[in-house]
């Protein structure tokens, strides 16, 4: 079975700040992705960022970046220079196995940007 | 191009009335997916469609709840008789292809309130 956890259900954050929101997740399948998604308090759901488990460079996006570490089955989110406009609900998502169109969510983390 | 167009924004319901929730992919995607999110949860998988065709239904009740994507038009998902507990948000997502670990874009999603 697939599990995504997300230990930090608030985080804060300094404007300008850096901030790393953290993501372990367990699967048995050797081929797996890795999502982030934001959902402001306007509630859409907005893709980040994506890591394949074959990748052998961490993925990037902009401000946004995963810290891919395969061994210790962890796949955080860094967000550099926070902006306020960043502070929502952040969730880590997988696919992986024979279900690979089904994404498995995590709690979520709420990111408050304080200025 | 458009993304994934969900309606409406926001449904309130009666209990025992019908929940109709309406999904147009995006252009040239013939693979949809519906997610609920209950209050303060992360996403779940409900059901995977391609045109005419229920790929995957493990996630959705099997009671009161369907799901389809005609030929032509969009994806509809269907709640009969509902009750408090399926006020959540709905999700919509779609993909050109199906189980290879492509990132799902979402619409903006339905929140349905039962009263």
């Known amino acids: 079975a697939q599990k995504i956890t997300q230990t930090q259900p608030g985080m804060f954050v300094q404007e300008k700040e850096a901030v790393t929101l953290d993501c372990t997740y367990d699967?048995?399948?050797?081929?797996?992705?890795l999502f982030w998604y934001k959902q402001p308090s306007s509630g859409e759901m907005i893709f980040l960022i994506y890591?394949?488990?074959?990748?052998?460079q961490n993925a990037t996006e902009g401000r946004y970046s995963l810290n891919f570490q395969k061994a210790r089955k962890s796949a955080n989110l860094v967000i550099s220079a926070s902006q306020l406009g960043d502070s929502a609900m952040y969730f880590c998502?997988?696919?992986?196995?024979?279900?690979?169109?089904?994404?498995?969510f995590g709690k979520g983390t709420k990111l408050s940007v304080i200025p | 191009n458009a993304g994934v167009m969900q309606n409406p924004r926001h449904l309130v319901r009666r209990r025992g009335q019908e929940a109709r929730l309406r999904c147009s992919p995006m252009?040239?995607?013939?693979?949809v997916y519906w997610y609920r999110q209950l209050p303060e949860e992360g996403l779940k998988f409900m059901v995977y469609?391609?045109?005419?065709?229920?790929?995957?239904e493990s996630g959705m009740p099997k009671e009161r709840f369907s799901a389809e994507f005609p030929k032509e038009g969009p994806s509809i998902l269907r709640i009969q008789q509902v009750v408090r507990g399926d006020s959540a948000a709905y999700f919509c997502?779609?993909?050109?292809?199906?189980?290879?670990?492509?990132?799902?874009?979402f619409g903006n999603g339905t929140r349905l309130t039962v009263t």
């Open positions: 998502a997988m696919s992986s196995g024979a279900g690979s169109y089904q994404l498995t």
């Open positions: 699967t048995s399948d050797p081929s797996y992705g």
């Open positions: 997502a779609s993909s050109v292809l199906g189980g290879d670990h492509s990132p799902l874009h």
């Open positions: 252009k040239g995607h013939s693979h």
């Open positions: 890591q394949g488990s074959y990748d052998q």
């Open positions: 469609l391609q045109k005419e065709n229920i790929i995957d």
